[in-house]
């Protein structure tokens, strides 16, 4: 583990932490990017840990980098300036982080925060299901389709940045995302969202209509599910346990686009430890409707797409998904 901060303490602080932690081991301490990269060039992190605020380049400018040179290494923020809600926590998250935590005052390092930070750790390893073999591509995805479902949790914000920056602003079916996060974060994201889509997004609520070109994205505390009404579809918020033990859930929104759309829905899970999303996405495809999971490669977690991958269409990194998605034909 790489830890880039530019206060000794804190550098000393998590060393001790992490030295009480049974898997993972400190290989390196530096106070600025500049630093990190250096180390990145000669030795290999399979995790960074990243504050935001530091002299020279700040670690938003330098996350890019870092990812890029890291090769495959994990990022977990952990900044004063990662509060639920802060744009620095969403924004690090759309540039390729796997996680956000927000670091305490030094006095309140010990005890609880040091089980925290290693519970969000473990988290970014946990088993995740085999590789599927000879699925590399596109499968049955060929017919149109009416609207397009999102699902996806860590490392979920980068893929879709990756997505909906292929798909182009006429693209009319609508386009509803379930996204992991707090209630707290869900404005700016939505926001963050309608600014790479070059589309309108807003967070949903309750008997919100579906309109063409759209994009919605799930509150915090709720599920999205989409119903047939008289002169359209509408949304009706949610607040029942799902079995992922989610909120919101990824299998509601699949399981309601199964019912109301059919064959002519259209699902795509992100990256994202767990299996969230994978009741859902099994319903549409018996609905005869079509799935697309991200790649194992790009995937900072390959948990719910790996959950469903052995049925699903294709199996891509983000970018190419989006490029599929413009290419299928419009409703007629």
Known sequence: MLVVDDSVVARSVFARMVEAMPRFEICGAVSDVSGALRFLADHRADVILLDLEMPGIDGLTGLPDLIALGQGAKVLVVSSSAEDGAAAAVQALALG?????????????????????????????????????????????????????????????????????????????????????????????????????????????????????????????????????????????????????????????????????GSRGLGIILSGMGRDGAIGARQLIECGGSVIVQDRASSVVWGMPGAIADSASAILPPAEIGRMVASCRRPG
Request: proline residues 8%; charged residues 20%; hydrophobic residues 45%.
């Open 97 to 261: 982080a796997a996680d956000t935590l927000m670091k305490p005052g030094v006095s309140n390092f010990a005890g609880k925060f040091a089980k925290v930070l290693e519970d969000r750790l473990e988290r970014l390893f946990e088993h995740e299901p085999a590789p599927v073999m000879n699925r590399d591509g596109v499968g049955r995805v060929s017919g149109q389709f009416d609207i397009v479902a999102i699902g996806a949790s860590t490392g979920g914000i980068h893929a879709l940045s990756q997505l909906l920056r292929a798909i182009p602003a006429d693209f009319a079916p609508p386009i509803l995302v379930t996204q992991h996060l707090p209630a707290s974060f869900m404005s700016y994201f939505a926001a963050q969202l309608a600014v790479l889509a070059g589309r309108p997004c807003e967070v949903a609520t309750d008997r919100m209509r579906l309109r063409p070109g759209r994009m919605l994205v799930a509150p915090g505390d709720a599920h999205v599910r989409i119903v047939r009404i008289s002169d359209g579809m509408a949304v009706r918020l949610t607040r029942e346990s799902a079995p992922s033990g989610c909120m919101p859930s990824v299998d509601p929104m699949l399981a309601s686009i199964a019912e109301a759309f």
